[in-house]
């Protein structure tokens, strides 16, 4: 059973969102909450390499078990697939395999599941929003003017779908130089934050562009990164407790 379900988007690749969503869910374990981790980027799957997973999910089908990494439960297409094989499918095939990932998976007592989404507003968004009962939606971004164009794509398509929208996360906000300590908005600055003021929605965090944060996803280590995400975790959790009393006792997602 699952108490709470945050899908993790974005409107346009590469402004680090898997990396929010990996860092996320270990901010969330280290809070003493049960976590869950489904990466539904079937073309683009990144939470294995993220989490440095090479073993198999065990089980038979339709009762599948999680991986287990760092205290998360874990589950991706790229743990059936040849890391190096894409994966050529159309609409229907991509929503069947989120949902089968979602389903036939033995999550168990979870607190919060984390659902890495691809980037842009497609096929698995709105299966997501139909099929699979999401408590809320975080969208990460960077102050960059063409990413936050499609960040608020992202947000429109799920206020439409009447998926709240627990707030904004602003990757790549500020460069600090490692060697002479000079800070730079490489990617300009203030755009999430203007972007939370018109739809009235809270920025989670800022983070910077940072070698340590690369190096350290490359490497499957996200442990060493944590430390940035401590502050938004703590925000989800408080946020989605006030959202469950204001909306009365919630039902546990049961998946059969």
């Not at 379900?5 to 270990?26: E, F």
């Not at 990460?140 to 929208?165: E, G, H, W, Y």
Request: proline letters at 5%; one cysteine or more; hydrophobic letters at 40%.
């Amino acid at each position: 059973m699952i108490k709470h379900i945050i899908a993790v988007a974005s409107g346009k690749g590469g402004v680090g969102k898997s990396t929010t969503a990996v860092n996320l869910a270990l901010a969330l374990s280290l809070e003493n909450k049960k976590v869950g981790l489904l990466d539904a980027d079937i073309y683009g799957p990144s939470i294995a390499m993220m989490l440095d997973i090479s073993e198999k999910p065990t089980g038979e089908q339709k009762a599948v078990n999680p991986v287990i990494k760092f205290n998360i439960a874990t589950m991706s297409i790229a743990y059936f697939i040849d890391p190096e094989t894409p994966a050529i499918w159309r609409g229907p095939m991509v929503s069947t395999a989120l949902q089968q990932l979602f389903n036939d998976t033995q999550w168990g007592e979870l607190d919060y599941l984390i659902i890495d989404l691809p980037p842009g507003t497609g096929d698995i968004q709105l299966t997501l929003s139909q099929k699979i009962p999401v408590s809320g939606v975080v969208i990460v971004t960077t102050p960059q003017d063409i990413a936050i164009l499609d960040a608020r794509k992202a947000l429109k398509m799920f206020q439409k779908v009447n998926v709240p929208i627990l707030g904004i996360v602003e990757n790549m906000s500020l460069h600090h130089c490692s060697k002479c300590g000079h800070e730079e908005s490489i990617f300009g600055s203030g755009g999430a934050a203007k972007m939370a003021e018109k739809f009235n929605i809270e920025l989670l965090g800022q983070l910077p562009l940072d070698q340590q944060i690369r190096e350290a996803m490359d490497n499957g280590r996200p442990d060493l990164t944590v430390q940035y995400y401590k502050e938004i975790a703590v925000k989800l959790i408080q946020k989605l407790d006030k959202q469950s009393k204001l909306q009365g006792k919630l039902p546990k997602v049961v998946i059969k």
